[in-house]
């Protein structure tokens, strides 16, 4: 799981080339339309989900998403499942000591019944993280394009392939507030639901559901 960088709608050049003639503005030019990604992609099924949020990128945009990819599956799927292993980078608003982050974890694996683990990458290793190559083949499939509209943005999304299959794709339109926090206090009841390794404490987390 992880997002990808902010998507500006707009007749912007992104490197890309196309054919016909489709003249790009070359540098922002104050857009205020933008779309962040936060994708998913389910290493065992090869399915991928997105949603482009229209409002920051937080600790409860991320999970918010978890949640929904969650809701997707099956109850046969559910069932089948006995552990949830979630790989992100070490960014900010997912980080081994964010706060909200791992409160709403807590949450997500009462919700589940299910053990989360988290795994960490550490620094500059997230070209490991399978998520970073959905990115990639995302960004090739619409070399070129001019994103005018929101629509053409879910458009071109959905018609790429990974793993030969097409992604699940939704539009938010929820507003996030930034900078949302937990006292010590309330931090030190999460922190007795995070099984941390003693050897990578901040990289390898269990939680279990109670």
């Known amino acids: 799981m992880d997002c990808k960088a902010t998507v500006e709608i707009g007749e912007y050049s992104r490197g890309g080339q196309t054919r016909g003639y489709n003249q790009a503005q070359d540098h922002d030019m104050g857009t205020k339309e933008k779309y962040v990604p936060c994708g998913i992609v389910d290493e065992d099924t090869g399915q991928l989900y997105v949603t482009f949020g229209s409002s920051y990128k937080t600790s409860d945009f991320m999970v918010d998403n978890l949640e929904q990819w969650w809701t997707s599956l099956s109850i046969t799927e559910k069932q089948q499942l006995e552990n949830i292993q979630i790989k992100v980078d070490n960014g900010a608003e997912n980080s081994g000591i964010r706060r909200q982050f791992l409160k709403r974890m807590v949450e997500f694996a009462d919700q589940t019944k299910k053990s989360i683990q988290l795994l960490y990458f550490p620094?500059?290793?997230?070209?490991?993280?399978?998520?970073?190559?959905?990115?990639?083949?995302l960004?090739?499939?619409?070399?070129?394009?001019?994103?005018?509209?929101?629509?053409?943005?879910?458009?071109?999304?959905?018609?790429?392939?990974?793993?030969?299959?097409?992604?699940?794709?939704?539009?938010?339109?929820?507003?996030?507030?930034?900078?949302?926090?937990?006292?010590?206090?309330e931090m030190k009841e999460i922190e007795k639901r995070l099984e941390r390794n003693p050897h990578l404490p901040k990289w390898d987390i269990l939680i279990r559901p109670s």
């Open 123 to 137: 620094p500059y290793h997230s070209k490991y993280n399978p998520i970073e190559r959905c990115w990639g083949i």
């Open 139 to 185: 960004e090739r499939h619409w070399n070129g394009t001019l994103l005018r509209n929101a629509q053409t943005m879910l458009a071109w999304v959905k018609t790429m392939t990974w793993k030969g299959l097409n992604p699940i794709v939704k539009l938010s339109k929820k507003v996030y507030q930034k900078g949302i926090s937990l006292t010590k206090k």
